[in-house]
């Protein structure tokens, strides 16, 4: 069964801290990890998707990466408007996503 | 423009009606997902289409019931609601099934 696990659960920071969020996955034959913002009552938005080791991708103060057993996204010097819930997502052979629980980013003034 | 939409945004009804929740697209995708959320916790998908006439149960068990007659069109029925179906449910859709998926803004339904 895919098991996808995101930590810290919730992260406090001041503006400009940097800091990561971790998505540890565990799926038979990756076809895809996919990072989300989602902001309270909201759908998720998309924000990157990486498709083998070494891959990077970038996006303002977003970049994200993968390894062969997690994915990282680093928020770079935060501002208050990156505060959001973070979802990572991964597709296996099953064609089907199964998500993480999320990270809850509070970005201080 | 090219969106996802979902109707109504927040619904509140008394226990045992029948409701529709509607989603349309206007991005031309084929492939349509309806997962349910929540508060704090994982998505969980629970009904999909990859066509029309084509619908498929997901993961996460639900008395729901979809249909996809149009490509654009994916509505979720719950023929008997019960407080227990008290949550978000966002409807995504995807040009294909290992590209990202774009979702709509959801429906919060409270059940009384």
């Known amino acids: 069964e895919d098991q996808v696990t995101q930590s810290p659960e919730a992260l406090r920071l001041q503006e400009g801290e940097s800091s990561s969020l971790n998505c540890s996955y565990t799926v038979s034959g990756l076809r895809g990890l996919f990072w989300y913002r989602q902001d309270p009552g909201k759908g998720p938005e998309f924000l990157f998707t990486l498709y083998s080791a070494g891959e990077e991708k970038e996006k303002e103060r977003l970049k994200a990466t993968l390894t062969k057993k997690e994915s990282f996204l680093h928020i770079t010097a935060p501002k208050p408007e990156d505060s959001a819930t973070y979802l990572c997502a991964v597709r296996a052979a099953g064609n089907k996503l199964t998500f993480g629980g999320g990270t809850r980013v509070l970005v201080k003034p | 423009e090219a969106d996802i939409y979902q109707t109504p945004r927040y619904l509140v009804i008394g226990t045992g009606k029948k409701i529709t929740l509607e989603c349309s697209q206007t991005?031309?995708?084929?492939?349509m997902y309806w997962y349910q959320q929540d508060p704090g916790m994982e998505l969980h998908l629970i009904h999909y289409?990859?066509?029309?006439?084509?619908?498929e149960k997901g993961d996460l068990s639900s008395e729901s019931t979809v249909s996809r007659i149009r490509t654009e069109h994916f509505p979720l029925t719950l023929e008997s609601a019960r407080p227990s179906h008290t949550s978000q449910y966002l409807c995504a859709s995807s040009e294909n099934t290992g590209h990202e998926q774009f979702f709509g803004p959801g429906t919060r339904l409270t059940v009384l």
């Open positions: 289409s990859y066509g029309v006439n084509s619908t």
């Open positions: 991005m031309g995708h084929d492939k």
